[in-house]
């Protein structure tokens, strides 16, 4: 995939999640490691924000889907090398963009179907992601 350690898109994404709340493993993460880590942690909070919307706890939702948002905005999205990913990191950044809406949605419409669709389509990236690894260390 299109994702890099050296330079800025790091830092972005090793401090948007330390931002939301991990502090231990982060700045010794590889590459491929921060963005399962964001991927978790992303889908992590949408799991806590439907729980939250099924409680009716406006605030708490409120919250998680913001840390899901941090999560895609300001670390996959913002990690992703346009450079040297091209088309994929493209697609990538339009995918993002979609699951960002679609969690904006969720939080306005109390919509546990877009909070669905958005977490589906990070397990399927994260997947890919997983495999990715796999791979590479094999």
């Known amino acids: 995939m299109t994702y890099t350690r050296s330079g800025a898109a790091y830092g972005r994404g090793a401090g948007a ?66 450079e040297k990913g091209g088309e994929i990191a493209e697609q990538l950044a339009s995918l993002y963009d979609y699951i960002a809406r679609l969690l904006l949605a969720a939080n306005l419409r109390n919509d546990e179907e877009s909070l669905s669709q958005a977490e589906q389509l990070l397990e399927d990236i994260a997947s890919a992601w997983r495999e990715i690894g796999q791979r590479q260390s094999a």
């Open 17 to 82: 999640y330390a931002r939301v709340g991990v502090e231990s493993g982060v700045m010794s993460a590889d590459p491929h490691q921060l963005i399962v880590m964001l991927f978790d942690g992303a889908q992590a909070a949408i799991r806590a924000a439907r729980i939250h919307m099924q409680a009716g706890n406006t605030v708490e939702k409120g919250k998680s889907i913001s840390k899901a948002l941090d999560i895609v905005n300001n670390g996959l999205a913002a990690a992703l090398d346009q």
